[in-house]
C-alpha cells in the first residue's frame, strides 16, 4: 500500500509540473460561499490555497457570509428578508453582515497567515491584504421592494489590486462595498468575484461551491443555458459568461485538494463552463491541409515525424484529426488500417508548441483509441523515435519490429530505427 501511495504521489508531480510551470505569475480569482468557510474541510483549502500562491500563481480570494448573518440575526430575534433569492439589507442586518465580515476576515487572514508560514512554505514577501477595494452603489427598488443596504459592485479598483498581487501579496475582498459618500452596501459575493476577474483580467475564477455538483467536466456557455439541474450558481455564472468572463470553474468544495487536482492535473475534478467552443476536435477535411503541414513541418525538420507532401496529405486526409482554436489548426493526429484486422496504427500526433500543456495530445489519443475500438480494434500500434516516454507513460508496451502487420513491417525504416509500440483497447 505504501509503495502505491509513492507511486501515486511520484505519477501526480509528473502531471503537475508542467502546470505549475503555466501557472506562474497568472492570476486566480476564488470564491467560495460562507458555507464552505464554516465546513470542517475549510482548513484544507486554506492549506492548498497557500500552496498555489506559493508556486506562484497570484490570488484572489473572495468570500461570502450569508450562514453567518443568517445566524447573528437568529440570535438576536431579528428577521430574515430575502426577495428573490437576495438579502433585504437593513440597517439592523447591515450591522450583522458588518459584523459576520469582521469576523470571517479575522478567520481567514488567520488561517492564511499560518499556512504561508509553515517551514516547508515559508517564502519572504508573501502576506495576506484586505482592504476597501470595492466602490458600490444601492439595487435599489424593485417589484415594490426596497432592497435598503444591499448593494451592486460599482467599481473595482483594479490598480490597486494590482498593486498588492505585484507585491506577492493575497488579496483577500469581502462582500462589503462602499459609495462616495460613505454608506456600506451588503453585495452577493458571487457578483463580487465576477467583477473583480473582468476588472483584473484574471486568467480563471473558479467558485468552491458547497452544493453537488452534478454537472459534466466541461460545457458551452449554450449547453449551460439548457440545463435543468439544479445549483445556485449556474444563474451567476451564465451571467458573467454573457458579459466579459471567458471561463468559470466550478468545484465542490467537500472533494478534498480539488483545488489542486482541478489546477495541476490533465483532467481536473470540476465543471469548466467556457463561453463558447473556443476548441474543436474533429475530423480534418481538405480545406485544414495548409494548417496541418504548418503544424507538422516542424517536427518533420526535426526527425521527429516523417515527411508528407501535401499531394500525400491530400490522399490520407480522410484519417486525420485535428484540434482548432479560432480556426487554427493547433494539434493533429492520424488513424490507418494495416494489414492486420486487429490492429490500428496511430501516426503523426503533433501539438503546436504555443499549446501544450492543455492535455490535447492526450485528447487526441484518447479520441483516436475510441475510434479504434468502434472499429473493433484490440490494439493501438505507434512508431516513435523521440517520444517513446510520452506514449509509455499513457499505457503503451514495447514490441518488436517481428510484431508489426506486414505491411508496416515491410515499410519499416531501419534507419530510422523507430520505437514499435502498442497498447491494449480492450
Known amino acids: 500500500m505504501a509503495q502505491e501511495k509513492d507511486c501515486n504521489s511520484v505519477s501526480f508531480f509528473r502531471e503537475a509540473a508542467p502546470y505549475i510551470h503555466s501557472h506562474r505569475g497568472k492570476t486566480f480569482v476564488v470564491a467560495f460561499a460562507g458555507e464552505v468557510i464554516a465546513a470542517p474541510q475549510f482548513r484544507q483549502i486554506v492549506q492548498d490555497l497557500a500552496i498555489i500562491s506559493t508556486l506562484g500563481a497570484r490570488l484572489i480570494l473572495v468570500h461570502g457570509t450569508r450562514p453567518q448573518i443568517d445566524e447573528r440575526l437568529t440570535q ?227 526527425g521527429t515525424l516523417i515527411k508528407r507532401s501535401r499531394e500525400q496529405l491530400e490522399l490520407e486526409i480522410s484519417n486525420f484529426h485535428i484540434i482548432t482554436r479560432d480556426n487554427e489548426v493547433i494539434a493533429c493526429v492520424a488513424l490507418y488500417e494495416t494489414d492486420n484486422p486487429q490492429i490500428a496504427e496511430l501516426a503523426c500526433l503533433a501539438v503546436n508548441p504555443h499549446y501544450r500543456g492543455g492535455n490535447r495530445g492526450d485528447k487526441l489519443l484518447k479520441h483516436v483509441a475510441q475510434l479504434a475500438q468502434a472499429q473493433d480494434k484490440q490494439k493501438l500500434l505507434v512508431l516513435t523515435t523521440q517520444t517513446t516516454d510520452w506514449f509509455r507513460e499513457r499505457g503503451f508496451k514495447k514490441g518488436t519490429v517481428e510484431d508489426l502487420p506486414d505491411n508496416k513491417k515491410s515499410l519499416y525504416n531501419y534507419q530510422r530505427n523507430s520505437q ?5 483497447l480492450v
Open 76 to 302: 438576536n430575534k431579528l428577521p430574515i428578508r430575502l426577495h428573490k433569492g437576495i438579502r433585504v439589507t437593513d440597517s439592523a442586518t447591515l450591522l450583522a453582515a458588518q459584523e459576520a465580515i469582521g469576523f470571517l476576515r479575522i478567520r481567514i487572514e488567520n488561517l492564511l497567515t499560518h499556512a504561508l508560514n509553515q517551514p516547508s512554505l515559508s517564502s519572504n514577501g508573501f502576506g495576506v491584504v484586505s482592504g476597501n477595494f470595492i466602490t458600490a452603489r444601492p439595487l435599489g427598488i424593485h417589484d415594490g421592494v426596497d432592497y435598503g443596504y444591499t448593494g451592486l459592485v460599482r467599481k473595482i479598483h483594479h490598480s490597486l489590486l494590482k498593486q498588492q498581487l505585484d507585491s506577492n501579496n493575497i488579496v483577500l475582498l469581502s462582500p462589503m462595498g462602499y459609495s462616495p459618500t460613505g454608506e456600506a452596501y451588503n453585495l452577493r459575493y458571487e457578483q463580487v468575484a465576477v467583477a473583480a476577474a473582468k476588472a483584473i483580467k484574471a486568467d480563471k475564477l473558479i467558485f468552491l461551491s458547497h452544493q453537488p455538483l452534478n454537472l459534466p467536466h466541461e460545457q458551452t456557455l449554450e449547453e449551460a443555458r439548457t440545463r435543468t439541474i439544479h445549483n445556485e450558481l449556474l444563474p451567476v455564472v451564465i451571467e458573467a459568461l454573457e458579459t466579459d468572463v471567458e471561463r468559470i470553474h466550478l468545484l465542490d468544495a467537500e472533494t478534498d485538494g480539488a483545488l489542486l487536482l482541478e489546477l495541476y492535473t490533465r483532467d481536473g475534478v470540476g465543471s469548466m463552463i467556457a463561453s463558447e467552443q473556443f476548441e474543436r476536435l474533429r475530423a480534418a477535411t481538405v480545406e485544414d491541409i495548409s494548417g496541418i503541414l504548418d503544424l507538422i513541418r516542424p517536427l518533420e525538420s526535426a
Open 420 to 424: 514499435v509500440l502498442f497498447r491494449n
